[in-house]
Structures are given as C-alpha cells and as structure tokens.
C-alpha cells in the first residue's frame, strides 16, 4: 500500500509556472509508476504525465508536452510536476497516482492509489 499526498497547488496568471509534488508513504516508492491526472469541473478526469519506476521513461499528454515536466526522487518518496507556460485551460484539480505495472498509463482504472488532489487556477 502507498499513501499519496500532493501539495503546490495555486493561484497563477497566465504564462506563469508551478512545481507540483506528491509525497509518498508506505512500502517500496519505486516499485510503483506514478501518473499525474487532472479534472476540471464538469469534465472527467484526463491523463497528464507519468514517469516509470526508475525515473528513465516519461510520457506526456499531447496538450503538455514541452511545458510540464514529471520527475521524481525515489529517495524521498515523492514525484513531480513542474508546470511552465501555464494556461487558463490548465485550471483544474491534479492528482497524483500509483501503480505497480507499466503500459496503459493514461487509463486511471490501472491506477490503484491516488491522492486528494491540488486546485491549480490559471487566471488570464
């Protein structure tokens, strides 16, 4: 079992950035792939970014690629997503998840442990 806990969520104008974390408890961090997702309201839940176990593989939503970055530090437990050249259509809540296989890494039933989530506001 992991426990997940995301923090650095904001309020940011336009063009601006932000450095998401999730921190980890529990056993083995680096034996799950981490995924961040985000949901607007009255919208479902979207895939944003995943970083394999290792940190040697990442992936990226089309809309995201070149400006959010997913890293992570499995001495610390804890994985990011440092978020640049943000738009009013990033504003949504992001959540931090896990799981234990690879592949399919943008179908949030694959994912078995997820956060509470951080409000991320992009004004323009």
């Known amino acids: 079992q992991v426990q997940l806990v995301e923090s650095g969520g904001g309020l940011v104008q336009a063009g601006g950035s932000l450095r998401l974390s999730c921190a980890a408890s529990?056993?083995?961090?680096?034996?799950?792939?981490m995924g961040w997702f985000r949901q607007a309201p009255g919208k479902e839940r979207e895939f944003v970014a995943a970083?394999?176990?290792?940190?040697?593989?990442?992936y990226y939503t089309d809309s995201v690629k070149g400006r959010f970055t997913i890293s992570r530090d499995n001495a610390k437990n804890t994985v990011y997503l440092q978020m640049n050249s943000l738009k009013p259509e990033d504003t949504a809540l992001y959540y931090c998840?896990?799981?234990?296989?690879?592949?399919?890494?943008?179908?949030?039933?694959?994912?078995?442990?997820w956060g509470q989530g951080t409000q991320v506001t992009v004004s323009s």
């Open positions: 970083i394999s176990w290792g940190g040697g593989s990442t």
């Open positions: 998840a896990a799981k234990l296989a690879s592949g399919t890494n943008n179908d949030t039933g694959k994912y078995g442990y």
């Open positions: 529990g056993r083995s961090f680096s034996s799950y792939y």
